[in-house]
């Protein structure tokens, strides 16, 4: 099998992500090894990567009701007047220029080095026509704050503001997804049951990452200690009644200095490290938990049409035998010693190929209802080229409907790698253990980078990634 070499987008990410950072810089070769494995599979071109399905910034995203706190708080956060627009997505990004910049939403959806890329090819799945409507959307908003330096922020707009609910709620699962920090303020909550309802049960279904954190905003008051738990209270016992118990809560007040806050986004390095770890964990098991099992289903729907249309054409060819014999009685010359087996030889020489030819004309079929399929899961993996690899001479003569995942070779692969991405956690893991036995130590594992290695999309020049 020929190596697949080195995707550009994870020589980039290892020069921009992973250089402070052993495991990730693991975790990367590790994605390699998985990119070997789908290419040697079909699953993968030879200069794509698995690493494109998550995002290696780390992510804070806010989601907000219709009273201006968000955006009052996005304000005091980003220490500037912060613009996005109540109907869009904002992605907010850090420049070295003075002057905001605010970009469509195709410079978010073509660069595969930002949050929400070929976003457009979900939107168009789930509604016809929209997906070139992307800067409907989305937006990308360059701003001079020093809290994005080498992280991203996403606005998401208000629920209710937009005619087509799926694709906003398409997109807010996905922002929640991606995230590894979700600021979430209570007046969401005071909206009509039925526009947050499928929001809140992506917030229950993701509430385990312990990526949430409840803002309730009375900046216009000063509450002592007493007071601010007591409304954490409140809220706890609201919110559970949601299926929301877990997730942390803060109070903004005249006084507090967002320490809660600051501490989230202090952490947001490890967030994100553990995040992209466990999405790889989830690429290595897809190969068995969805890739082979739909494959599979093709191979099965395709070996029975073969296999029915040569028996057609073989039945077709005893009846006309049974003609012959009727007619011309030539069983008596089938079943002669010497006639009888080169006239069987005769009958394979003539099925075999057609078989073959059979077996092609339904591999056609199937592989267009494997792209639709594709489709219909919204995963990048080509799946009719996996089905393709497997349309060797002797599985179309042979009754096999295994995958050729499925062999003990790519079967050992797989564990391999799933057995790394657990090394790969303790690894991290272990950064921070030592870090609490060494109190000799002066300070904890924080991966730092270079003001110059950050991506200004306004500056080409600042180690802009090609």
Known sequence: MADKTVSKHLIQLEKLFASGNPALQTAI????????????????????????KVSWWPIISTIGGH???????????????????P????????TAQASSVTLPGTAVDADHRLPFYQISRDIENIAKGEGAKINAYLELVTVNSDILKNRLLIDTPVLGTHEDNKIIQLLTNRTIAMSDLVLVFSDFFEADSELIKETVNTIVENQDSNKFLFVIDHSELSLDAARTAEIIGTWRRRLRQLGINTGEFVVLTQTNEHSTIQRRINNLETDRAYRILAVLEQNIRAVEDVHV??????????????NMTTLIVLGFLVTILLFA???????????????????????????????????????????????????????PE?????FEKGLSFWRIILPIKSTIAESKKYRKRIKQLLEKTKD????????????????????????SYDDTETFDINNNNNNSLE
């Open 29 to 52: 070769k590790t994605f390699h090894e998985l990119d070997q494995l789908e290419y040697d599979l079909g699953l993968l071109d030879e200069n794509d990567t698995t690493a494109r």
């Open 67 to 85: 009273s201006p706190s968000k955006n009052e708080f996005l304000t005091r956060f980003l220490n500037t007047e912060a613009y996005s627009n």
């Open 87 to 94: 109907h869009k997505f904002t992605v907010f990004q850090y």
């Open 293 to 306: 099992p739909e494959v599979r289903k093709a191979v099965e729907t395709w070996k029975d049409r073969t």
């Open 325 to 379: 014999e009727i007619t011309m009685g030539i069983l008596d010359i089938l079943i002669d010693p010497i006639i009888g087996p080169i006239f069987l030889l005769i009958l394979i020489a003539i099925l075999l190929p057609i078989h073959l030819v059979v077996g092609k004309v339904h591999a056609k079929l199937i592989v267009e209802t494997l792209y639709s399929r594709q489709r219909k899961l919204n995963i």
């Open 382 to 386: 080509n799946l009719a080229g996996m």
């Open 424 to 447: 790969l956690v303790q690894s991290l893991n272990d950064q921070f253990s030592h870090f609490q036995i060494d109190s000799s130590a002066s300070t904890s594992y924080q991966p």
